[in-house]
């Protein structure tokens, strides 16, 4: 049974930082496609940034040159790295995944089949 558990969200202050991660229990191996959407209050879930299990990521516009995504296979854990956070950011972020990668480096969650309970995100201002 495969279970993914996030961690690192938190408060913080607009321009700071936060660490996400998720841990992969159920599964061993390399290949497969992860990523992390966010859902704020009111809001559809987005995509913000995707790995695609063959050494390529991608990542919403919205964050890009802010937040970067990584892996450590060994641990089977996923990262997702927020710097110059700003309050638009505040929002639950989940972290996904998939084993069969439909579509690699996908921003939809419609291409996920794995999800966790999610962490949340607050950025004050």
């Known amino acids: 049974q495969v279970h993914l558990v996030e961690s690192g969200g938190g408060s913080v202050q607009s321009g700071g930082s936060l660490r996400l991660s998720c841990a992969a229990f159920?599964?061993?191996?390399?290949?497969?496609?992860m990523g992390w959407f966010r859902r704020a209050p009111g809001k559809e879930r987005e995509g913000v940034a995707a790995?695609?299990?063959?050494?390529?990521?991608s990542s919403a516009d919205s964050v890009k040159d802010r937040f970067s995504i990584s892996q450590d296979n060994a641990k089977n854990t996923l990262y997702l790295q927020m710097h110059s956070l700003k309050p638009e950011d505040t929002a639950m972020y989940y972290c996904a995944a998939d084993w069969s990668c439909p579509v690699r480096g996908s921003l939809s969650d419609r291409d996920y089949k794995y999800w966790g309970q999610g962490t949340q995100v607050t950025v004050s201002s």
């Open positions: 790995i695609d299990g063959v050494g390529g990521t």
């Open positions: 159920g599964y061993t191996g390399s290949g497969y496609c």
